[in-house]
Nanobody
Framework: QVQLVESGGELVQAGGSLRLSCAAS????????MGWFRQAPRKERVFVAA????????HYADSVKGRFTISRDNAKNTVYLQMNSLKTEDTAVYYC?????????????????WGQGTQVTVSS
């Protein structure tokens, strides 16, 4: 089982940028696709971005495409989410997740391990 710890969430003004990090331990990091999900108050958890185990393939939700970038450093067992041009509707708890396999996936049921989440608040 992979353990995941997110960091980097904070209060930021609309139009600003943040970089979230997710450090993984246990398991073979490069064998697992990684994803970011978010959950706003009183809403369901939704997919944000995913990256394959090799880092070659990525996929984004339409709502963040062109503004967010997912990347990974397999030597550091870390996945990142660079968030630019932040909007108030990006406010949510952001969760990192490790998939059961290396190829890219976006379905929450295919992710076996989840972090505790990090709060991102975007003010107007």
């Amino acid at each position: 089982q992979v353990q995941l710890v997110e960091s980097g969430g904070e209060l930021v003004q609309a139009g600003g940028s943040l970089r979230l990090s997710c450090a993984a331990s246990g398991g073979t990091f490069e064998s697992k696709a990684m994803g970011w999900f978010r959950q706003a108050p009183r809403k369901e958890r939704v997919f944000v971005a995913a990256i394959s185990g090799s880092g070659i393939n990525t996929h984004y939700a339409d709502s963040v495409k062109g503004r967010f970038t997912i990347s990974r450093d397999n030597a550091k067992n870390t996945v990142y989410l660079q968030m630019n041009s932040l909007k108030t509707e990006d406010t949510a708890v952001y969760y990192c997740a490790a998939a059961r396999f290396s190829f890219i996936t976006i379905s929450p049921s295919t992710f076996a391990s989840w972090g505790q989440g990090t709060q991102v608040t975007v003010s107007s």
